[in-house]
């Protein structure tokens, strides 16, 4: 004997459906945007979209939801608890909702987990003398739930919280992504085969999402002896009718019913699977003829979950997939198909129609609430995305005060898994990364270089950067010669090295001592001359003459040798300090090509807010705090009063470590030469460590030979260790970089435009914060009122 089990069966009343065992939902409708009080990601936490063909480790975990959490929409929050829930083990249902009295549309969501609640005992069903079969208990009474709420201001709050279960909950050993598209040469028959009722599932779903309808599970059947299920029927949603509650218990005397818009048409499209030899599954019945029109749906997801994994559902975001083999019988399936193939060839890449139509909606959108936002795109021959730019108004006034060198980010480009995202960013005045454009480029050729670089020039007023930094690249290189012939254009050191590593690793092998020999030819030679020397040296003693890579590395020495940079700022003032980077943030856990686009959108946006409060925060905390002082020094307070907080740290270390310097004097005159060195054991004819200071005692220009000043704007210790020597007590302004200074943002005249938008986003996070009490509201309005009286007086005084 066999028992079966409506999945139809329950409330309705409280919206109660099984969001991972069929609902769809729609990523691209979705723009989740998380608050700034979620804690940013670290390199160990799992993407909650995140997807791989490798088991899962215990180790990782998915982004925890919390209260206050925000949603830009209802779709967003589901689909967010969905992913969640997939990765901590449990399933998913929409358990409540509550209408507005205005409009009636949905206001409150309650997502619970499935097991939330008991079954209802329906006795009144049965005749009196049939048997009842026993039914599996999938409801233990957890009481793991999520509620959001809609606020006045139109985002979705999540107001109760409960993440403990009263069961065991364990991880799916992997999440597999599936592409509707790898079944489109593919149509359900009868005595069809699958391997598992879940690669059924996933066949018939991806057959719906093509043919134009939903989906939900109609009835389920277990086995007597282990519970295990023996028959599974998906049917269309527009199945059966929707039952009346006219004479419901819970409809109140008098109280007025709200009309419920009907969704089921009494269509019979099914599709039922049985399993046979307990290894495979086989289609009993099927009925392919729907009683309604049929419409292409968006693309949309399915959380398809089991006790091993997770499978999600989904249209790819991309090029099309690879299909299922046209040779092999469409009897059986194999799911263990990821929907990303390796992208040997980005030129054959491109994000879908939805990706599109959504991404150009956002940047219309931020167009049209400021006209200063700037975007740019391409498609190709099938309407899909290949390029776009955007840079907002932050973007370009952080890159007139900070502009003067910029670093092309294309870290992708060594991970496959990556999306095709470009940044332009550069170091603000508190050492922090501020950004200056973003791109997507499928095609990483030439063409599509000059096409970034022409917009991004044109978007922040035609001004050519004073440095470009890039990885080693030979299509972007060519662009930059093209678009900036007189901006200075270097290859990023570290990028070198790291390329270097692979293309010498049988030297580094034999030679052990190399990579270090190597390194300081590089680095430690500050001269053209040193570094030739060392160079040959290099070749001489490791017999590398005809190796085609070093050859070609020093054909390019101009690039990236820092010898060849001198004089070139490069707002870089220690070599080994580097400012945030979104790549240890979020590049590796939601910049990857899985990542809906929509969620990879407002999470860039979210991490540069966060960066803009940052920069804020210090702003704040350089103009009304000043270090202390731990010598007495007329220098050191001078520039204590101008620098920024994180800028005089580098200064103050730097005068400290001129303490340890002696100074000898070669040349006397009006132009004085000094000799500055730590220790006189050191020097040597090439790799000496002294250097060597010029003086104008007349107009007081100086210069050092390792041309640090002229690299990142700080004076360096050498200088300073002249200037003690020479009794120079105050800094000469000349050597007061103003992109280093409190005061670095002076001097921008805002435009109209921006002017609003910079008091608008002032104006409603004042709003949002004083409305939250009465006290609160009073207080608020009160010294609202004044300031417009201000804003107005002033205005009537200067016209």
């Known amino acids: 004997m066999e028992n079966a089990s409506s999945e139809d069966e329950g409330s309705l009343r409280d919206n109660s459906v099984d969001l991972n065992d069929g609902t769809l939902v729609d990523p691209h409708q979705l723009e989740l945007e998380v608050t700034a009080q979620l804690a940013e990601p670290t390199t160990s936490a799992t993407d909650p979209f995140s997807t791989s063909d490798e088991p899962k480790t215990n180790n990782t975990s998915p982004v925890e939801p919390f209260i206050g959490m925000e949603f830009e929409s209802e779709e967003a929050a589901k689909l967010f608890y969905m992913a969640y829930a997939s990765q901590v083990g449990f399933s998913v249902r929409i358990s409540k909702s509550r209408r507005s009295r205005n409009d009636e549309s949905i206001?409150?969501?309650?997502?619970?987990?499935?097991?939330?609640?008991?079954?209802?005992?329906?006795?009144?069903?049965?005749?009196?003398?049939?048997?009842?079969?026993?039914?599996?208990?999938?409801?233990?009474?957890?009481?793991?739930?999520?509620?959001?709420?809609?606020?006045?201001?139109?985002?979705?709050?999540?107001?109760?919280?409960?993440?403990?279960?009263?069961?065991?909950?364990?991880?799916?050993?992997?999440?597999?992504?599936?592409?509707?598209?790898?079944?489109?040469?593919?149509?359900?028959?009868?005595?069809?085969?699958?391997?598992?009722?879940?690669?059924?599932?996933?066949?018939?779903?991806?057959?719906?999402?093509?043919?134009?309808?939903?989906?939900?599970?109609?009835?389920?059947?277990?086995?007597?002896?282990?519970?295990?299920?023996?028959?599974?029927?998906?049917?269309?949603?527009?199945?059966?009718?929707?039952?009346?509650?006219?004479?419901?218990?819970?409809?109140?005397?008098?109280?007025?019913?709200?009309?419920?818009?009907?969704?089921?048409?009494?269509?019979?499209?099914?599709?039922?699977?049985?399993?046979?030899?307990?290894?495979?599954?086989?289609?009993?019945?099927?009925?392919?003829?729907?009683?309604?029109?049929?419409?292409?749906?968006?693309?949309?997801?399915?959380?398809?979950?089991?006790?091993?994994?997770?499978?999600?559902?989904?249209?790819?975001?991309g090029e099309q997939l690879g299909m299922l083999s046209t040779g092999a019988k469409p009897a059986a399936y194999d799911n263990n198909i990821p929907i990303w193939n390796e992208r040997k060839s980005t030129q054959h890449f491109s994000f879908s129609i939805d990706d599109t139509q959504k991404l150009l909606g956002y940047f219309k959108r931020m167009n049209g609430e400021n006209n200063t936002f700037s975007y740019a795109y391409r498609v190709d021959n099938n309407n899909c995305l290949t390029h776009a730019f955007w840079a907002d108004v932050r973007a370009r006034g952080s890159y007139y005060y900070f502009g003067d060198a910029v670093t092309i980010d294309m870290d992708f480009k060594a991970d496959l898994n990556m999306l095709p995202f470009v940044m332009l960013t550069g170091v603000n005045h508190?050492?922090?990364?501020?950004?200056?454009?973003?791109?997507?480029?499928?095609?990483?050729?030439?063409?599509?270089?000059?096409?970034?670089?022409?917009?991004?020039?044109?978007?922040?007023?035609?001004?050519?950067?004073?440095?470009?930094?890039?990885?080693?690249?030979?299509?972007?290189?060519?662009?930059?010669?093209?678009?900036?012939?007189?901006?200075?254009?270097?290859?990023?050191?570290?990028?070198?090295?790291?390329?270097?590593?692979?293309?010498?690793?049988?030297?580094?092998?034999?030679?052990?001592?190399?990579?270090?020999?190597?390194?300081?030819?590089?680095?430690?030679?500050?001269?053209?001359?040193?570094?030739?020397?060392?160079?040959?040296?290099?070749?001489?003693?490791?017999?590398?003459?005809?190796?085609?890579?070093?050859?070609?590395?020093?054909?390019?020495?101009?690039?990236?040798?820092?010898?060849?940079?001198?004089?070139?700022?490069?707002?870089?003032?220690?070599?080994?300090?580097?400012?945030?980077?979104?790549?240890?943030?979020?590049?590796?856990?939601?910049?990857?090509?899985?990542?809906?686009?929509?969620?990879?959108?407002?999470?860039?946006?979210?991490?540069?807010?966060?960066?803009?409060?940052?920069?804020?925060?210090?702003?704040?905390?350089?103009?009304?705090?000043?270090?202390?002082l731990d010598f007495p020094s007329n220098l050191l307070k001078q520039v204590s009063e101008v620098y920024t907080r994180s800028v005089y740290n580098i200064f103050e270390r730097e005068f400290v470590d001129s303490l340890g310097y002696y100074v000898e004097k070669i040349e006397d005159g009006l132009v004085g030469k000094f000799k500055v060195i730590k220790d006189y054991a050191c020097a040597s004819p090439c790799t000496s460590t002294a250097r060597i200071v010029t003086y104008d005692f007349s107009d007081k220009r100086v210069r050092c030979s390792c041309g640090k000043f002229e690299e990142c704007g700080i004076l360096c210790r050498h200088i300073l260790r002249v200037f003690l020597t020479v009794d120079v007590r105050t800094l000469p302004e000349l050597y007061v970089l103003k992109r280093w200074t409190k005061d670095a943002k002076s001097g921008f005249v805002l435009d109209e435009v921006l002017r609003f938008n910079n008091l608008y986003r002032d104006a409603v996070r004042f709003a949002r914060e004083g409305s939250s009490s009465d006290e609160v509201f009073n207080l608020a309005q009160q010294h609202l009122q004044l300031a417009y009286a201000e804003v107005m007086n002033i205005k009537q005084r200067y016209g």
């Open 430 to 628: 508190h050492f922090q990364s501020v950004l200056f454009g973003c791109a997507l480029l499928v095609d990483q050729s030439e063409e599509s270089f000059v096409w970034l670089l022409e917009n991004w020039v044109t978007a922040m007023g035609a001004h050519h950067p004073g440095s470009l930094k890039t990885m080693l690249d030979e299509a972007i290189s060519s662009a930059v010669s093209r678009v900036f012939p007189e901006t200075r254009h270097r290859f990023c050191l570290n990028d070198m090295f790291s390329k270097c590593a692979k293309r010498l690793a049988n030297i580094y092998s034999l030679y052990p001592s190399f990579e270090e020999e190597f390194k300081n030819a590089i680095n430690t030679t500050e001269s053209i001359e040193e570094f030739e020397f060392s160079w040959n040296s290099l070749l001489r003693n490791y017999d590398l003459g005809n190796n085609n890579w070093i050859q070609y590395l020093y054909n390019i020495r101009e690039k990236w040798v820092p010898a060849f940079l001198k004089g070139t700022f490069t707002a870089e003032i220690v070599p080994n300090l580097k400012p945030e980077s979104l790549r240890e943030v979020l590049f590796k856990k939601y910049f990857n090509k899985k990542t809906p686009l929509p969620v990879f959108i407002t999470l860039l946006d979210q991490a540069m807010i966060g960066w803009s409060e940052r920069e804020s925060l210090e702003d704040l905390a350089s103009s009304f705090t000043k270090p202390i």
């Open 107 to 317: 206001i409150m969501r309650r997502f619970v987990c499935s097991k939330e609640g008991f079954h209802l005992k329906k006795s009144g069903d049965l005749d009196e003398g049939k048997k009842k079969r026993k039914r599996a208990t999938i409801r233990e009474g957890c009481n793991a739930m999520i509620e959001v709420i809609q606020k006045y201001y139109g985002r979705w709050v999540v107001s109760k919280l409960v993440k403990e279960h009263t069961h065991i909950v364990e991880p799916p050993s992997q999440v597999r992504f599936v592409a509707p598209e790898e079944y489109a040469h593919a149509d359900p028959y009868l005595g069809m085969e699958f391997s598992s009722h879940e690669a059924a599932q996933t066949f018939y779903y991806a057959y719906a999402s093509r043919v134009g309808f939903d989906v939900r599970i109609r009835l389920s059947r277990r086995s007597t002896k282990d519970e295990s299920f023996v028959m599974r029927r998906f049917v269309c949603t527009k199945e059966g009718f929707t039952p009346s509650e006219e004479n419901g218990e819970d409809v109140a005397a008098g109280k007025k019913k709200r009309s419920r818009t009907p969704v089921r048409e009494g269509c019979k499209a099914m599709f039922e699977v049985i399993r046979k030899d307990f290894d495979k599954w086989i289609v009993s019945k099927l009925v392919l003829d729907h009683t309604h029109e049929l419409a292409i749906v968006p693309s949309k997801v399915h959380y398809i979950q089991s006790q091993s994994e997770v499978v999600v559902l989904s249209k790819a975001p």
